[in-house]
């Protein structure tokens, strides 16, 4: 079974600042990962995806994830937080990849981004 | 642009009462879900879809059923209404793949059982 793991509930930094926010996986096959994000009172947003293509996968808003598969993560940042940034972000693994698939997730708790000004 | 639309953003119910919760989509996807989301724990999944009058059971089905009787339109009837099932309700949906389709989102329905 696949799993998510994100460290850290919360995560508050300031404005300008580095935004690093962690992500570990579990799979038993090369998976397929997600970031969203969820602003106040919305829905999941996608923020980018990585599907086995370059490592380094840009989103955006200035977002990027990269995946290392010795380290099974796939951590996401951003150079400089803004005010605008400060939501919950999701971190999510597919159920099958390279094999057939309902389009099932499996998501991470949740990081809570606060941005200080 | 893709668009997932949940009919109610906030609703109260009373406990005992049946309650149905919408979601239709406007991209032709195949897959759609049923998430609970609670403080701490992220998403669950309670159920999806993969096909017209197909279901199958997430990891939560208890207390809860579906309902997918045209292709973009996706129920979830709580049977009886309880407390404990005050959440917020999230609806999504993919296009059948191999995994590496992103689900899209409705913005949700927060649910109060009281």
């Known amino acids: 079974a696949q799993s998510v793991t994100q460290l850290g509930s919360h995560v508050s930094v300031s404005e300008g600042a580095l935004v690093l926010l962690r992500c570990n996986y579990s799979s038993s096959v090369p998976p397929y990962l997600f970031w969203y994000v969820q602003y106040p009172n919305q829905g999941l947003q996608l923020l980018l995806k990585y599907t086995s293509a370059a490592t380094l996968v840009k989103g955006i808003n200035g977002f990027e994830a990269e995946f290392k598969k010795s380290e099974t993560s796939f951590h996401l940042t951003k150079p400089s937080a803004h005010m605008s940034d400060a939501a919950e972000y999701f971190c999510a693994v597919s159920e099958a990849a390279g094999g057939t698939s309902y389009g099932k997730l499996t998501f991470g708790q949740g990081t809570i981004l606060t941005v200080h000004p | 642009d893709v668009k997932v639309t949940q009919s109610s953003r906030y609703l109260v119910k009373r406990t005992g009462e049946k309650v149905f919760l919408e979601c239709v989509q406007d991209m032709d996807h195949e897959n759609m879900f049923w998430y609970r989301q609670d403080p701490g724990l992220g998403l669950r999944l309670i159920y999806f879809?993969?096909?017209?009058?197909?279901?199958e059971k997430g990891d939560i089905p208890e207390g809860y059923s579906v309902s997918r009787e045209k292709k973009e339109r996706f129920s979830l009837i709580l049977e009886s209404a309880s407390t404990n099932q005050t959440s917020m309700y999230l609806c999504?949906?993919?296009?059948?793949?191999?995994?590496?389709?992103?689900?899209?989102f409705g913005d949700g329905t927060r649910l109060s059982i009281l």
């Open positions: 999504a949906s993919t296009r059948r793949g191999v995994g590496n389709q992103p689900q899209h």
């Open positions: 879809s993969y096909d017209v009058k197909m279901k």
